[in-house]
Nanobody, 112 residues
Framework: QVQLVESGGGLVQSGGSLRLSCAAS????????MGWYRQAPGKQRELVAT???????NYADSVKGRFTISRDNAKKTVYLQMNSLKCEDTAVYYC??????WGRGTQVTVSS
């Protein structure tokens, strides 16, 4: 059964914004840390941001000040607001639930 489904990816110009969503299907979402990862072509998958069940956040240095992770436990959804996008942000973005579940990913392409 699908646990996580990402949406909101697409093509955007440098300097633009996108908001990714990850919808979970299990009640355990509310007590589990969630994360966003990304994998660019030819690169390893890397951590972008995490958020605990209580709302404590952590960000990769490369996205600090530009990206914001948030969650709505009532909706079982985690978000990634991405502002001031750069070409280097181009990647497939994956939602991760820290009890071992990955989403299928959503493509984000930033162009000039």
């Amino acid at each position: 059964q699908v646990q996580l489904v990402e949406s909101g990816g697409g093509l955007v110009q440098s300097g633009g914004s996108l908001r990714l969503s990850c919808a979970a299907s299990k009640s355990i979402f509310s007590i589990i840390t969630m994360g966003w990862y990304r994998q660019a072509p030819g690169k390893q998958r890397e951590l972008v941001a995490t958020i605990t069940s209580g709302g404590t956040t952590n960000y990769a240095d490369s996205v600090k000040g530009r990206f914001t992770i948030s969650r709505d436990n009532a909706k079982k959804t985690v978000y990634l607001q991405m502002n001031s996008l750069k070409c280097e942000d181009t990647a497939v973005y994956y939602c991760y639930q820290y009890n071992g579940f990955w989403g299928r990913g959503t493509q984000v392409t930033v162009s000039s």
